[in-house]
C-alpha cells in the first residue's frame, strides 16, 4: 500500500504563492492517480486537481483552473501542487490522495490519504 505525507503549506497574503508537496512510499507510486483535495471549516472535501499515473492528462476544478498547477516526478515519488494568485477562498486543510482506479471528482474513488497540511490565505 501507498503511504502519503503532505507538506508546504502556511501562511500566505493573497496574490501570493505556495507550492504543496506529497511524498509518497512504496515502489507502486507510478500506478497510482494522484488527486488534491481540501476542506475548509464548515465545508465538504472538494476536488482540486488530479493528474494520472503517468501524467499525460491534468484536471482542474473550475475556481482553481489557471491559477494552480499540479504535476508529479514518479522517480521520486512526488506530486505537486504549484498554487499562483492565492485567494483568501483558497484557504483549507489540503489532501493528497492515490487512486488505482480513474482520476475522478470524486473522494470515494481514493482509496489512500495523507494528513494534510494547512494553507491560510489572508485579505
Known amino acids: 500500500q501507498v503511504q502519503l505525507v503532505e507538506s508546504g503549506g502556511g501562511l500566505v497574503q493573497a496574490g501570493g504563492s505556495l507550492r504543496l508537496s506529497c511524498a509518497a512510499s512504496g515502489r507502486t507510486f507510478s500506478t497510482y492517480g494522484m488527486g488534491w483535495f481540501r476542506q475548509a471549516p464548515g465545508k465538504d472535501r472538494e476536488f482540486v486537481a488530479g493528474?494520472?499515473?503517468?501524467?499525460?492528462?491534468?484536471y482542474y476544478a473550475d475556481s482553481v483552473k489557471g491559477r494552480f498547477t499540479i504535476s508529479r516526478d514518479n522517480a521520486n515519488n512526488t506530486v505537486f501542487l504549484q498554487m499562483n494568485s492565492l485567494k483568501p477562498e483558497d484557504t483549507a486543510a489540503y489532501y493528497c490522495?492515490?487512486?488505482?482506479?480513474?482520476?475522478?471528482?470524486?473522494?470515494?474513488?481514493?482509496?489512500?490519504w495523507g494528513q494534510g497540511t494547512q494553507v491560510t490565505v489572508s485579505s
Open positions: 490522495a492515490a487512486t488505482r482506479q480513474l482520476v475522478t471528482t470524486t473522494a470515494y474513488n481514493y482509496a489512500y
Open positions: 493528474i494520472t499515473r503517468r501524467g499525460s492528462r491534468t
